[in-house]
Nanobody, 123 residues
Framework: QVQLVESGGGLVHAGGSLRLSCTASETIFSTMGVGWYRQAPGKRRELVAT??????TNYATFVKGRFTISRDNAKIMYLQMNSLEPEDTAVYYCAAKHGIVNLRTDALEYNYWGQGTQVTVSS
């Protein structure tokens, strides 16, 4: 069973930056697509960004050019978040899926999920 572990969350002031990492227990990212999701208290889980195994990326509209999803190697993915806003406060999750991923991919289609990392942005 593949395991995903997120890290890099924390407390940051508005306008600051964080880089989240998603580390897999196996070398899967060369063949699987990845999505970063987030869920704020009392809100639905929402997709932040996706990257295919080939490196094609897509971003939610609210990202507005502030975040970058990337792959370091077949086991580590990143979500670089700049110009953070209090509205970005949430638990951030990475998920991996066999096949294509894009903004229309349903969360239920992902095969593996991490446990999440908390991001808190103070005003």
């Amino acid at each position: 069973q593949v395991q995903l572990v997120e890290s890099g969350g924390g407390l940051v002031h508005a306008g600051g930056s964080l880089r989240l990492s998603c580390t897999a227990s196996e070398t899967i990212f060369s063949t699987m697509g990845v999505g970063w999701y987030r869920q704020a208290p009392g809100k639905r889980r929402e997709l932040v960004a996706t990257i295919t195994s080939g490196g094609s990326t897509n971003y939610a509209t609210f990202v507005k050019g502030r975040f970058t999803i990337s792959r370091d190697n077949a086991k580590i993915m990143y979500l670089q978040m700049n110009s953070l806003e209090p509205e970005d406060t949430a638990v951030y999750y990475c998920a991996a899926k066999h096949g294509i991923v894009n903004l229309r991919t349903d969360a239920l289609e992902y095969n593996y999920w991490g446990q999440g990392t908390q991001v808190t942005v103070s005003s």
